[in-house]
């Protein structure tokens, strides 16, 4: 079993900046890969990013140069240093970790980013 909780959420004005942490209740050294979904009213949910138990990430094209994923493996955290935001990025934030052998998911419960003047 894996917990995930996320912090970092908020509401910030167009063009700030957040960071957003997904703290996990294991050791991440068993999970192939962490990332981010995100979901806002009335639409699918959708992948930000993604970052391999090697550190390799991968970025949706719309927050490509915006948003920086990281993990620390000795504080069991994943990072999305999100910079440059923009309306269009307000939404749900759901972490997400996928563990090596198996399809299976687990998820965080969200924390809610509003990017508004």
């Known amino acids: 079993q894996v917990q995930l909780v996320e912090s970092g959420g908020g509401l910030v004005q167009p063009g700030g900046s957040l960071r957003l942490s997904c703290a996990a209740s294991?050791?991440?050294?068993?999970?192939?890969?962490m990332g981010w979904y995100r979901q806002a009213p009335g639409k699918e949910r959708e992948l930000v990013a993604t970052i391999t138990s090697a550190g390799s990430p991968n970025y949706a094209d719309s927050v490509k140069g915006r948003f920086t994923i990281s993990r620390d493996n000795a504080k069991k955290t994943v990072y999305l240093q999100m910079d440059s935001l923009k309306p269009d990025d307000t939404a749900v934030y759901y972490c997400y970790a996928n563990p090596y052998y198996t399809d299976y998911i687990y998820w965080g419960p969200g924390t809610q980013v509003t990017v508004s003047s």
């Open positions: 294991v050791s991440i050294l068993g999970i192939n890969k």
